[in-house]
């Protein structure tokens, strides 16, 4: 996957940054755009924190909390 790129909006918390998506384009494998999403995550706040580490750790923190959804959604009981 391509990383996301703009538009995207940054705010500063006391407890870190709050990376925002809106409509970030996920691209098929052939180059032609197939998803659309939006999310949002907290991201520690680093100085030396270059854009790619920001995309790179959103994704990867999106895509943790979709998996936690996930699995509480499938679990009996919660």
């Known amino acids: 996957m391509e990383f996301l790129g703009q538009p995207f909006g940054i705010q500063n918390t006391s407890e870190g940054w709050l990376v925002t ?3 970030a384009v996920l691209h098929g ?7 659309s ?3 949002t995550v907290l ?6 924190l ?3 580490e920001v995309q790179t ?9 979709l998996q936690h959804m996930i ?8």
Do not use: H, M
Request: charged residues 30%.
């Open 21 to 23: 998506w809106n409509d």
């Open 71 to 78: 699995q509480a959604k499938t679990t009996p009981g919660q």
């Open 50 to 52: 270059t854009i790619a």
């Open 29 to 35: 494998p052939k180059g032609a755009p197939d998803e």
């Open 57 to 65: 750790y959103a994704l990867k923190r999106a895509a943790e909390l």
């Open 37 to 39: 999403v939006s999310f």
């Open 43 to 48: 991201l520690p706040r680093r100085a030396d």
